[in-house]
């Protein structure tokens, strides 16, 4: 039997508009999707901003790419980005990308890649326009995965993330991506099938609300009840 052929991921990082502080937990989440073996980093590295990026592409195999302010307020950066994600995706040796930015020039881009099948997942602030994070596949918050990577307690105890309330649009969410799987006779449904359908319609990501796993935000939400079976699948059932 066959190994399954493991996603080559590229990451391409926005040195202009993104912190080299989120590194290690985009880094991670990007795991998820396969291994991230084209890393890139584009801005122009004469600006004494960038330093801290500049010090870390040795460290983590970044390329960094320069690219010159050629004309002011014009980002000829992003221009590079969206130019090389395309070189990448018509390769054919790139089955996922990560883009970390807030800039929503790169809407179009996301919604690009997403055409062909390719999932992509943004990383960026929570001020980043609503239209860039619904391009994307997944839109990652970099200061919850950064609360959610913690600090550790005096006893030496993870601190636990802090949490952001579930407001309406969420709810909405989880309730229409329930009501559209199947459920048995007691109402019960696949976790893994709700989570599925809620990222068919959102950007969705349960760590932008501190918590690392749909079924733990699901625990707290008190409209859901949540059950582990023993095929060690969780079954989510919507109570009222």
Known sequence: MTEPRIRNIALLI???????????????????????????????????????????TLTYAIEPY??????????????????????????????????M?????????AQRIRQEGIPVYGFGTERAPEAFRAACTRYIDVAALKREEGGTA???????????????DLLTLLVDAYNAVKRDDEGWARMSEVGQRANNRSSFDA?????????????????????TRNDNQQYVKRLR
Do not use: C
Not at 35 to 56: F, I, M, Q, T
Not at 154 to 168: Q, V
């Open 14 to 56: 926005d040195a202009d508009n993104a912190s080299p502080n989120h590194l290690d937990p985009v880094l991670t989440v990007l795991a998820e999707l396969g291994e991230v073996n084209v890393r890139r980093a584009y801005g122009n590295w004469r600006k004494p901003a960038l330093k801290s990026w500049a010090d870390l």
């Open 66 to 99: 320069q690219q010159f302010d050629i004309v002011k307020k014009k980002n000829a950066t992003d221009m590079r980005i969206v130019i090389d994600a395309m070189d990448l995706m018509y390769g054919g040796r790139i089955g996922g990308f990560g883009l």
């Open 101 to 109: 930015s807030s800039d929503s020039d790169f809407m179009p881009l």
């Open 154 to 168: 005096k006893n030496g105890d993870r601190t636990p993330p802090s949490k952001k309330a579930i407001d309406k």
């Open 207 to 227: 760590r932008n609300y501190g918590y690392s796993r749909l079924s733990d935000l699901m625990k707290d939400v008190p409209q859901f009840a949540v059950e």
